[in-house]
């Protein structure tokens, strides 16, 4: 890792549900993830809707199975947390169901107190 890159750190299951998306999806999330990263913004990269400022930010990508969205957040200087990862189950209207909104104001909350603890001096892989 370059020294102006920032590290990754997957909020709750957030990795195992990345790795249970197809591989394509996998890939397309993979490399928007790393131009985060690098301090710079994927062109598919969206502000989310319901988190005040711009530090939020969700990806949409689609396959023949679905529709999938991987949200992060780029608030904290210490490192990009990926917050959620999940297949978009509804097939009318582009709002984000409830219960996924809900996971990812609780791992915002958490990616907060984990920003915290790396200015504290603590590390994570």
């Known amino acids: 890792m370059q020294s102006d890159e920032r590290p990754l ?3 709750g299951s957030s990795k195992k549900d ?4 197809p591989a394509e999806v996998r890939q397309f999330f993979g490399h928007a993830l790393d131009v985060a990263q690098r301090g710079g913004r994927h062109p598919s990269a969206k502000t989310m809707r319901g ?5 939020v930010l969700e990806l949409v990508e689609d396959d023949a199975g679905g529709t999938y969205r991987a949200v992060y957040t780029v608030r904290y200087r210490e490192a990009v947390f990926v917050l959620h990862c999940f297949p978009k189950k509804s097939k009318c209207g582009t709002a ?3 219960e996924e909104m809900d996971i990812v104001h609780a791992r915002l909350k958490l990616a907060e107190t984990l920003a915290k603890e790396l200015r504290s001096g603590k590390t994570y892989h």
Do not use: E, Q
């Open 51 to 55: 988190f005040s400022g711009a530090g």
């Open 96 to 98: 984000t169901p409830v």
């Open 9 to 11: 750190i997957w909020v």
């Open 18 to 21: 990345l790795c249970a998306l």
